[in-house]
């Protein structure tokens, strides 16, 4: 809307000070047009704003104006919480709204405090997604939330690796994950008496970009009382990690290899470094490595190169020489 727009351009004057039309319309994602359109605007309804004319010129408030318009909408509050991720803010929906919060907040600060929160903008930056990779499209997401919020039963056209389901759920929360946003639900036709607990629930994991289609139904949802989705996120992301890891290689690794184990393998590898016997007279040292089945730990083991050797367990081992053996022979004609 036109007038939150205006709210938003004014905040940002005041926070800012002086202001090209360029960096406002990027700012309110509006064009240049648009923001003489609006700045005419607050004019015309007593804002004393001056355009200063020239190549460092822009817009500014008269010196020692400041509105008091700051109170904070029930949206406004809510979306402050995504302040460290405005790109995550902006997949659901919120991104106006929350860019709308942060102006208020800034502007009913005293001035001293303010100037350090812009310090603090201007040096730290908080980038959930991982290296690498692009995030996953997410076109459902915006609904998706809408019915966690409005705790509505939820329609879903779901991916799954053996094919396309339909699913009614009961949408509890929305996790990002590395970039990766994943729905925790329960199904809607499972059967519970009131306030059940928790853990008697059916909880269940979706990945939001694997959702194809989906609609919120007008049919509302009783909340478990005790649930607690971080909590909850945490024991899922536990019981992940103990499923995938299923056996521990013994491996011997040189100083280089040592040094990449938590670079590769995350937290497992770190442990395993951490807990590394002493060198050996060639500097190697041997660690227990968490792995998952054989053929991923192959190919995970294999990202050390030269640099590491399974002892243990010998079917590793000999899968590990196997791949290297296939390996030489495809490449020992190779000019």
Request: hydrophobic share 45%; aromatic share 6%; charged share 25%.
């Amino acid at each position: 809307m036109r007038a939150d727009r205006l709210l938003s351009l004014l905040l940002l004057l005041q926070n800012r000070g002086l202001c090209t039309a360029a960096e406002l319309a990027a700012a309110l994602e509006v064009s240049v047009r648009t923001v003489h359109r609006d700045v005419e605007a607050l004019g015309t309804a007593g804002v004393p704003v001056l355009a200063e004319r020239g190549r460092t010129g822009g817009y500014r408030l008269v010196d020692g104006y400041r509105t008091r318009l700051t109170g904070l909408t029930g949206d406004e509050a809510g979306a402050l919480f995504l302040a460290g991720v405005p790109d995550a803010a902006k997949e659901l929906g919120l991104g106006a709204v929350l860019a709308t919060a942060q102006l208020k907040v800034q502007a009913a600060l005293p001035a001293e405090l303010a100037d350090r929160t812009r310090q603090l903008q201007d040096r730290f930056h908080l980038d959930p997604a991982s290296w690498f990779r692009d995030a996953d499209p997410v076109p459902e997401l915006a609904r998706v939330a809408e019915a966690v919020w409005e705790q509505r039963v939820l329609r879903v056209h779901y991916r799954r690796w053996r094919g396309e389901v339909h699913r009614e759920l009961r949408p509890l929360g929305l996790v990002l994950k590395s970039g990766i946003w994943y729905l925790v639900a329960t199904p809607a036709d499972a059967t519970a008496p009131a306030n059940v607990p928790t853990a008697a629930l059916s909880l269940r994991t979706y990945r939001v970009s694997r959702i194809l289609s989906a609609e919120v139904a007008a049919e509302p949802f009783e909340r478990p009382p005790d649930f607690d989705l971080a909590t909850h996120w945490t024991s899922v992301t536990r019981e992940l990690a103990d499923m995938l890891h299923q056996d521990t290689a013994t491996v011997r690794v040189s100083p280089r290899a040592l040094a990449l184990l938590p670079v590769q393998f995350g937290r497992p590898g770190a442990e395993a470094a951490r807990s590394a016997g002493p060198p050996d007279e060639e500097g190697w040292t041997v660690v227990e490595l968490p792995v998952e089945s054989t053929p991923v730990a192959v190919s995970d083991l294999l990202r050390l190169g030269p640099d590491a050797e399974v002892l243990a367990p010998p079917a590793l081992r000999r899968a590990v020489a196997d791949t290297v053996t296939a390996l030489a022979h495809r490449y020992a004609g190779t000019p």
